[in-house]
C-alpha cells in the first residue's frame, strides 16, 4: 500500500509532582534569551561522522546516547565517543533500523519493531534480559512504568473513499512484560487529510502529536490539536489530570517543498495558519514548549511553564539545525550540511539571572 506520511514525534523527562485536573489559561510575563556555545562530538580527537541520527536522550550520569540508523552510541558528557552499545541487526525494507529507547535509572530498555521485543542492557551495552511482546507492533515505545511497559499505537480510519480530514486514534497503552496483557490507557484524537488512491492512499497530517514523559515514568505531557493546548495524562490512573494553553498569536502558514508537491496532486484544504506547538520538551524541572514563532536573529520562541500549567517566560534559542533534546544547560540539535552529511551540535547555554515569578 503507498502511503504519503509526514510524522513528527518526540520525548524527554522531568520530575514531576502534580495534583487535581484544571484547565488554565495563561497569558505572557517575561523574555529570557540565552547565549550559546557549540561543543562538538569527536572520536579520537577528530570529529565525529554520524550516517543519520534520529533520537538523543542524556542520562543522569551525563552520558549521551545516540541512536545513528541501526545504532545505539554512546558519548562522554564532554561529547567524546565511547562506544557502540546497541546494534540492530535485522534489517527489513522500510523497518530497517527501527528502534526506540529509553534511559531508566542505570538501565536501557529497546525496542525492536522487527521482532516485536524489547532488550534490556546496562548503560555500557551489557544485556541483562529480553522480552518478547505478544500483542503485535506499536508505533512507538514511550517508556517503563512498575512491571509494565508503555507504548503508542496510531490507528487510522477505515474505508477512505473521498477525501477529506479524519480523525486518527493515538492509543497510549501498558503492555505486560510478558507480553501477554494489553490495556489502553487514554485515546487523543489528531486530524489528518486523507485522499484514496488506486492502490492505498495519499495522507497529510493536520495536527501533529507531540508528547514528553516524565521522569518517574508517570505522566505525559501531550499537544494534539493545531491551536495552543497542552493536555497532562495521569499514566497510572488512566485520568487527565489537567489542560492548559495561553494566548498566542498565530503564524502563517508557508509551504515548503513537500505541501506545494502533495496540494499540487491532491488538493486538501488550505491551512490558514501553522500548528500553534512544534515540539514538548522538559529541562531543568520545566515544561519547554516549541512554538512556531520564529525570529530571524533572535531564534525559535520556546515558552516555559511549571508543571501546574503557570505559564513562567518565553525564551528565544537561535540553533542551527533542528533540535533533538534539551537536558541541564545543553541543547542538542540535528543539522545536515550542504554535502549530504549529519552532524549533531551540541550547545551549552549561558543562562541569565533567575527572575523571581
Same mark, same amino acid.
Given at each position: 500500500?503507498?502511503?504519503?506520511?509526514? %510524522?513528527?514525534?518526540?520525548?524527554?523527562?522531568?520530575?514531576?509532582?502534580?495534583?487535581?485536573?484544571?484547565?488554565?489559561?495563561?497569558?505572557? @510575563?517575561?523574555? /529570557?534569551?540565552?547565549?550559546?556555545?557549540?561543543?562538538?562530538?569527536?572520536?579520537? =580527537? /577528530?570529529?565525529?561522522?554520524?550516517?543519520?541520527?534520529?533520537?538523543?536522550?542524556?542520562?543522569?550520569?551525563?552520558?549521551? #546516547?545516540?541512536?545513528?540508523?541501526?545504532?545505539?552510541?554512546?558519548?562522554?558528557?564532554?561529547?567524546?565517543?565511547?562506544?557502540?552499545?546497541?546494534?540492530?541487526?535485522?534489517?527489513? +525494507?522500510?523497518?530497517?533500523?527501527?528502534?526506540?529507547?529509553?534511559?531508566?535509572?542505570?538501565?536501557?530498555?529497546?525496542?525492536?519493531?522487527?521482532?516485536? *521485543?524489547?532488550?534490556?542492557?546496562?548503560?555500557? +551495552?551489557?544485556?541483562?534480559?529480553?522480552?518478547?511482546?505478544?500483542?503485535?507492533? #506499536?508505533?512507538?515505545?514511550?517508556?517503563?512504568?512498575?512491571?509494565?511497559?508503555?507504548?503508542?499505537?496510531?490507528?487510522?480510519?477505515?474505508?477512505?473513499?473521498?477525501?477529506?480530514?479524519?480523525?486518527?486514534?493515538? %492509543?497510549?497503552?501498558?503492555?505486560?512484560?510478558?507480553?501477554?496483557?494489553?490495556?489502553?490507557?487514554?485515546?487523543?484524537?489528531?486530524?489528518?487529510?486523507?485522499?484514496?488512491?488506486?492502490?492505498? @492512499?495519499?495522507?497529510?497530517?493536520?495536527?501533529?502529536?507531540?508528547?514528553?514523559?516524565? @521522569?518517574?515514568?508517570? #505522566?505525559?505531557?501531550?499537544?494534539?490539536? /493545531?491551536?495552543?493546548?497542552?493536555?497532562?495524562?495521569?499514566?497510572?490512573?488512566?485520568? %487527565?489530570?489537567?489542560?492548559?494553553?495561553?494566548?498566542?498569536?498565530?503564524?502563517?502558514?508557508?509551504?515548503?517543498?513537500?505541501?506545494?508537491?502533495?496540494?499540487?496532486?491532491?488538493?486538501?484544504?488550505?491551512?490558514?495558519?501553522?500548528?500553534?506547538?512544534?515540539?514538548?520538551?522538559?529541562?531543568?524541572?520545566?515544561?519547554?514548549?516549541? *512554538?512556531?514563532?520564529?525570529?530571524?536573529?533572535? =531564534?525559535?520562541?520556546?515558552?516555559?511553564?511549571?508543571?501546574? =500549567?503557570?505559564?513562567?517566560?518565553?525564551?528565544?534559542?537561535?540553533?542551527?539545525?533542528?533540535?533533538?533534546?534539551?537536558? +541541564?544547560?545543553?541543547?542538542?540539535?540535528?543539522?545536515?550540511?550542504?554535502?549530504?552529511?549529519?552532524?549533531?551540535?551540541?550547545?551549552?547555554?549561558?543562562?541569565?539571572?533567575?527572575?523571581?515569578?
Amino acid at each position: 500500500m503507498k502511503k504519503i506520511v509526514l %510524522i513528527l514525534l518526540s520525548s524527554a523527562f522531568c520530575c514531576l509532582a502534580i495534583l487535581a485536573h484544571t484547565s488554565i489559561k495563561n497569558h505572557e @510575563e517575561s523574555l /529570557r534569551q540565552n547565549d550559546k556555545k557549540e561543543i562538538r562530538f569527536t572520536d579520537r =580527537g /577528530r570529529k565525529y561522522d554520524f550516517y543519520s541520527p534520529l533520537d538523543l536522550k542524556v542520562a543522569s550520569s551525563g552520558c549521551i #546516547y545516540i541512536k545513528d540508523m541501526n545504532k545505539l552510541l554512546k558519548f562522554n558528557p564532554e561529547g567524546s565517543f565511547k562506544k557502540k552499545v546497541y546494534e540492530q541487526i535485522e534489517l527489513q +525494507g522500510d523497518l530497517a533500523g527501527e528502534f526506540n529507547f529509553v534511559l531508566l535509572e542505570n538501565m536501557i530498555f529497546i525496542y525492536n519493531i522487527i521482532g516485536n *521485543t524489547i532488550t534490556q542492557i546496562d548503560q555500557d +551495552g551489557n544485556f541483562i534480559n529480553k522480552y518478547k511482546l505478544k500483542s503485535g507492533r #506499536y508505533n512507538k515505545f514511550i517508556g517503563k512504568l512498575d512491571d509494565c511497559f508503555i507504548f503508542l499505537r496510531i490507528i487510522p480510519p477505515n474505508n477512505i473513499r473521498k477525501s477529506g480530514i479524519y480523525d486518527v486514534k493515538y %492509543i497510549i497503552l501498558s503492555v505486560s512484560e510478558d507480553g501477554k496483557k494489553e490495556k489502553e490507557i487514554h485515546t487523543f484524537l489528531t486530524k489528518r487529510f486523507y485522499t484514496s488512491l488506486t492502490q492505498g @492512499e495519499a495522507e497529510m497530517i493536520w495536527a501533529h502529536f507531540n508528547s514528553v514523559l516524565s @521522569e518517574d515514568g508517570k #505522566y505525559l505531557f501531550v499537544s494534539n490539536t /493545531r491551536n495552543y493546548l497542552i493536555t497532562l495524562l495521569d499514566l497510572e490512573k488512566g485520568e %487527565i489530570l489537567r489542560t492548559f494553553e495561553r494566548k498566542y498569536k498565530r503564524v502563517k502558514y508557508e509551504k515548503n517543498k513537500w505541501d506545494k508537491e502533495f496540494y499540487k496532486l491532491y488538493h486538501p484544504p488550505e491551512k490558514k495558519f501553522e500548528d500553534d506547538i512544534l515540539d514538548l520538551f522538559i529541562n531543568n524541572g520545566f515544561l519547554w514548549v516549541k *512554538t512556531s514563532t520564529r525570529n530571524k536573529e533572535k =531564534g525559535i520562541l520556546f515558552d516555559v511553564f511549571n508543571f501546574k =500549567g503557570s505559564y513562567l517566560e518565553k525564551s528565544y534559542i537561535n540553533l542551527k539545525g533542528e533540535l533533538m533534546a534539551m537536558h +541541564g544547560d545543553f541543547a542538542f540539535a540535528i543539522e545536515r550540511n550542504i554535502d549530504g552529511k549529519f552532524k549533531v551540535n551540541m550547545f551549552r547555554f549561558k543562562r541569565k539571572e533567575q527572575e523571581d515569578f
